[in-house]
């Protein structure tokens, strides 16, 4: 059986200004495809096309999720606290679960793409142009993004399933201004491979993730529910990564003490990312290339990358794929 895939995505974008005692921000990328096509074709040259809608699949899930708990707060990992576990909690912990379940890749073909990197020091941000540091640091996460949306297209796509960006949509505006849609989008055009497509009028989005801004029935409403989940699943990596935390795969009862909320509603993510640890069993995993999670680093030599496991940081092994192994980028 032969199979080819073709999505089109929105790309939903995620940040953190802490990540642990080392790392000053990580970004992450969540692709959500609004349609796939997928044709398989037979041994007897049989095909069958068939089309899903991902986006509006994931939708109904969390919608799903709100109804059955009862609760309409903002999915935001860094606000879960508290010493007693809550309904909320139930919520919080099913829609992690949900993302990695439609992460899988004989779901909706979701993908998520995660960095960190350290607080650049002012020598290593001095080219990047700008009156003050405010905005070289900005230029300089500007450039990473990119980086990080090239490598994740090429390395979770292929010539059998084939991407076209719509559009990114970014939580808000976090810094002094909008992030330039030129420097991440635009300056890809004729740097990605040829399953990758980004029409040129793709857009970068600024929404605010806070859903009771919007109207239930509106775009709007849906997108913020999705910056939600993309932030619940940065929220458990670095969890799971760069804290030093117990990840506990248990179900408390409402009113139970708990130690750590975020160590248990983490743990979908953990045993995601464990997954990478079979080594080349992994390829049989239906998690294989739905995810990739690294570090930036800066040394005098230019970039450099480290893929990243639970707990502790694991640089690739010599002739194993990483997703930055071919880039070229420029400031």
Known sequence: MRRSIESEVIVYHDETKSAGTEI?????????PIKTIIEETGDLFDTQIRQVEPLNILFEEI?????????????????????????????????????VKYLK??????????????????DQIASYGGKDRNERELRFGETLLRMLLKGTVHYLYDNS??????????????????????????????????????????????LNSNHRNYNEGSEEYKHAN???????L??????????????????????NPIEDKKGIIAYPVKEMLDKRKRGSGFKNSSH????????????????????????KIEISNAGQLSIFDILEFKK
């Open 24 to 32: 000053s921000k990580g970004h992450a990328l969540l692709f959500v």
């Open 63 to 99: 919608k799903k999720i709100r109804s059955d708990f009862g609760v309409d707060h903002k999915f935001h990992f860094s606000e879960i606290s508290g010493r007693k576990w809550a309904k909320r909690n139930n919520a919080d912990k099913q829609i992690v679960q949900i993302g």
């Open 105 to 122: 890749q004989n779901k909706t073909f979701c993908k998520l793409g995660i960095i960190f990197h350290e607080k650049p020091r002012p």
């Open 161 to 206: 399933h084939k991407v076209k960006i719509l559009k990114i949509i970014t939580d808000g505006q976090p810094h002094h201004r909008r992030l330039n849609e030129f420097r991440i989008l635009d300056r890809l055009t004729g740097e990605v491979r040829e399953y990758v497509q980004i029409p040129k009028d793709a857009e970068l989005v600024h």
């Open 226 to 232: 999705m910056l939600q989940l993309a932030d619940m």
């Open 234 to 255: 940065l929220g458990c990596a670095i969890h799971c990564c760069l804290k030093d935390a117990k990840i506990k795969n248990i179900n408390p009862q409402i009113g």
């Open 288 to 311: 294989y290339r739905a995810f990739t999670i690294s570090k930036a680093l800066i040394p005098n030599t230019g970039w450099e990358f480290e893929n990243i496991t639970t707990r």
